[in-house]
């Protein structure tokens, strides 16, 4: 069945950065539109962060922009999540998720009903 595995999380200070990664299996990658989810205790899953099919265009919360960096190798199926500048607010769990567009239909969504391909997560905190 279909894989999604994110990992690269872990425990880092306020200012400094991560590098998520996310690995898909069994499912064509390369037509597919990828996004970054993360959801915190109590707090709703929300969008960070998507990518077209190709890796040319991305869309970004406006709570990361300018501090996160979205990106894919469609050779390796692996998408990507460069963090940097993190804040305790940014503490939560990553999700990598994915929904099928195909070639030139890429449409950016950020919310997490589109997207029917999901991991298990990982958990990314910032202390201050």
């Known amino acids: 069945q279909v894989q999604v595995v994110e990992s690269g999380g872990g425990l880092v200070q306020a200012g400094g950065s991560l590098r998520l990664s996310c690995t898909a299996s069994?499912?064509?990658?390369?037509?597919?539109?990828m996004a970054w989810f993360r959801q915190a205790p109590g707090n709703e899953r929300e969008g960070v962060s998507c990518?077209?099919?190709?890796?040319?265009?991305?869309y970004y919360a406006d709570s990361v922009k300018g501090r996160f960096t979205i990106s894919r190798d469609n050779a390796e199926n692996t998408l990507y999540l460069q963090m940097n500048s993190l804040k305790p607010e940014d503490t939560a769990m990553y999700y990598c998720?994915?929904?099928?567009?195909?070639?030139?239909?890429?449409?950016?969504?950020?919310?997490?009903?589109?997207?029917?391909?999901w991991g298990q997560g990982t958990q990314v905190t910032v202390s201050s």
């Open positions: 998720a994915a929904v099928y567009q195909g070639y030139n239909r890429y449409v950016p969504s950020l919310n997490k009903l589109d997207y029917n391909y």
């Open positions: 069994r499912f064509p990658f390369n037509l597919y539109t």
């Open positions: 990518i077209s099919w190709n890796g040319d265009s991305t």
